[in-house]
């Protein structure tokens, strides 16, 4: 299951490692399409990529510093620096991908 984070703990979220974050919101339907595979790809990924996810109308500062114009975004961070980004619903074998280049 992917945790979620906010504002305040994000940047301590996204430091180490690699890290997925899904900027979403509760109104958006493509978001909840999204939310089942995020939450596989944190059992998938558990122990060697962090899954999180941000509600963008809670915590506005985060989505507004990566400049999210739509959602759903992912935003795939290495070690705090933002390295690939896909916006929209994306199949969940695109993000395992996406994930294990930044892993490998």
């Known amino acids: 299951m992917a945790v979620e984070i906010n504002d305040k703990n994000f940047d301590q979220e996204v430091a180490q490692g690699v890290t997925l974050v899904d900027f979403w919101a ?13 939450d596989k790809l ?12 941000i509600n963008v109308d809670e915590n506005p500062a985060a989505a507004t510093r990566y400049r999210v114009q ?10 705090g620096k933002p390295v690939d980004m896909v916006v929209g619903f994306t199949q969940q074998s695109v ?10």
């Open 42 to 53: 944190a059992e998938e990924f558990a122990g060697r990529a962090k899954i999180v996810k």
């Open 70 to 79: 739509g959602i759903p975004t992912l935003l795939i961070f290495k070690d």
């Open 95 to 104: 993000l395992s991908q996406k994930i294990n280049n930044q892993l490998n």
């Open 26 to 38: 509760p109104w958006c339907g493509p978001c909840r399409m999204m939310a089942p595979v995020i």
